[in-house]
T-cell receptor
Framework: DSGVTQTPKHLITATGQRVTLRCSPR?????VYWYQQSLDQGLQFLIQ???????AKGNILERFSAQQFPDLHSELNLSSLELGDSALYFC??????????????FGEGSWLTVV | AQTVTQSQPEMSVQEAETVTLSCTYD???????LFWYKQPPSRQMILVIR??????QNATENRFSVNFQKAAKSFSLKISDSQLGDAAMYFC????????????FGTGTRLQVFP
């Protein structure tokens, strides 16, 4: 158990719909990352938050957005869903100390299937 | 930009034997960290081993060890006394030492373990 909690574990939804994925980081971790893992594109970094503020942005579509709340949990919002958005979405966390190279711990992921 | 390459899409090993998974990376940075993550069929991302670039000594965690060749930009993972539970996807990852940058992943190597 990494200490990173993600809900829901599985989600099936229709094209055009909107979903929210939720993540609770490890206790004490200020930094949260979102990754997408699909069959054809491997593990892609989407976005990073640190203590409520966006710190880095990767290949995140404009239809996707995220935020980190004062209690440090994070949500990834996916809207106008397309079949190609079907993937495993990981949340990960770490302390956020710059340059420390700390290990990033991953949650179990949220399986999203768009039909 | 940094890149990580895993040139072996699949590897196999007999139980109790030793196997080495290859990883090369490209960077102009001198301070960075390298990781191997294991992804079993459950899809959870589990840290296997971590190496700081400034340390010449190769990291070791029980049956897992790395061969870190900084000049060659090579970071291979050796699994000794392979067990059935080692069967998984293995991802090599790079992280900058200059910021709280994301992990950059290779495409993964699927390891099969035969009894």
């Amino acid at each position: 158990d990494s200490g990173v909690t993600q809900t829901p574990k599985h989600l099936i939804t229709a094209t055009g719909q909107r979903v929210t994925l939720r993540c609770s980081p490890r206790s004490g971790d200020l930094s949260v990352y979102w990754y997408q893992q699909s069959l054809d594109q491997g593990l892609q970094f989407l976005i990073q938050y640190y203590n409520g503020e966006e710190r880095a942005k990767g290949n995140i579509l404009e239809r996707f957005s995220a935020q980190q709340f004062p209690d440090l949990h994070s949500e990834l919002n996916l809207s106008s869903l397309e079949l190609g958005d079907s993937a495993l979405y990981f949340c990960a966390s770490e302390t956020g100390d710059i340059g420390s190279g700390n290990t990033i711990y991953f949650g179990e992921g949220s399986w999203l299937t768009v039909v | 930009a940094q890149t990580v390459t895993q040139s072996q899409p699949e590897m196999s090993v007999q139980e109790a034997e030793t196997v080495t998974l290859s990883c090369t990376y490209d960077t102009s940075e001198s301070d960075y960290y390298l990781f191997w993550y294991k992804q079993p069929p459950s899809r959870q991302m589990i840290l296997v081993i971590r190496q700081e670039a400034y340390k010449q000594q190769n990291a070791t965690e029980n049956r897992f060890s790395v061969n870190f060749q900084k000049a060659a930009k090579s970071f291979s993972l050796k699994i000794s006394d392979s067990q059935l539970g080692d069967a998984a996807m293995y991802f090599c990852a790079y992280r900058s030492g200059y910021n709280t940058d994301k992990l950059i992943f290779g495409t993964g190597t699927r390891l099969q373990v035969f009894p």
